[in-house]
């Protein structure tokens, strides 16, 4: 490793980490899209639910195939990892920089019921927010890159990356990706606007708008929820790829990983934002 991840300025840790990291989350897409309709659920114990319960061997591997280079190139960083894999024992705790991975996100209900898209989730943070994120969607064959400042990627299988930005004019794009169970008084909201409610997991949610043909994105979780770190990640590509991120109330999304937060909305335009706000009014 050529530098120490203590070294240097947030774009080229940011940089780094994407450069690094970034073809080990292809790899883990193409396990998870490889596998996918041939594994089963084999539930964690001890979790209140059995959405965070899900698990499948895919989910393993796909994690296995991110923390290998991680731990070549990115050895100090503290880790926030989905699963417990035998290498997330080689990293310890108390590092200013964490990692956060999700190797299949919407394991349950868009993985293994296939309904809506589910992602591949990997960032790098600093105590102020992400500096680097990875979002994959094996299915419809996308991966997103962003670092903070320097801007927002879009790569299809075989190509070349190319720069990120959402439309504001979507050409009649009516798709909006949201939380699986949001209520159906927020879905009417969505329908008597004109758009099409589409569920999927919250990495896709989360950068809804730099999709091809998707208006944007809504996640609320139930009262007492919070948006989770890995839930954040792809703010930061969207953020990049200049849309609105924003929480309940239309207030600004928070950078931070840690400052609680019940819904998330991201938008192209300030009236599609309205709308998901007015969705998530109805919901609550």
Request: contains cysteine; neutral net charge.
């Amino acid at each position: 490793m050529e530098a120490r991840e203590g070294a240097g300025d947030e774009s080229s840790r940011g940089r780094r980490f994407v450069e690094r990291i970034g073809p080990a989350v292809r790899q883990a897409a193409a396990i998870a899209r490889a596998l996918e309709g041939r594994v089963r659920n084999q539930p964690k114990s001890g979790e209140n639910s059995a959405i965070k319960a899900a698990m499948t061997i895919a989910d393993s591997a796909a994690q296995e195939a991110i923390l290998v280079p991680l731990l070549e190139h990115f050895p100090e960083v503290s880790l926030e990892a989905e699963e417990d894999t035998p290498n997330v024992a080689g990293f310890g705790p108390g590092h200013p920089l964490s990692v956060v991975i999700d190797p299949i996100d919407g394991t349950l209900q868009s993985y293994l019921e296939g309904r809506g898209p589910y992602a591949v989730i990997a960032g790098l943070a600093d105590e102020a927010g992400y500096l680097g994120g990875l979002v994959a969607l094996p299915r419809e064959g996308l991966f997103l890159d962003a670092v903070r400042g320097g801007g927002a990627r879009r790569t299809r299988p075989l190509g070349s990356p190319r720069p990120a930005r959402v439309r504001t004019d979507p050409d009649g794009a009516r798709r909006v990706l949201v939380s699986h169970g949001l209520p159906e008084a927020g879905r009417d909201v969505l329908k008597d606007a004109g758009l099409e409610p589409l569920g999927g997991c919250g990495g896709a949610i989360s950068v809804a708008p730099v999709l091809p043909s998707v208006r944007g994105g809504l996640r609320l979780l139930p009262e007492g929820g919070s948006i989770s770190v890995r839930g954040r990640v792809g703010a930061l590509i969207a953020r990049e790829a200049g849309a609105l991120v924003q929480m309940e109330g239309g207030a600004p999304f928070p950078l931070d990983l840690r400052t609680p937060a019940r819904a998330l909305v991201v938008a192209a335009s300030q009236a599609d934002a309205e709308i998901l706000h007015r969705a998530v009014a109805a919901s609550i």
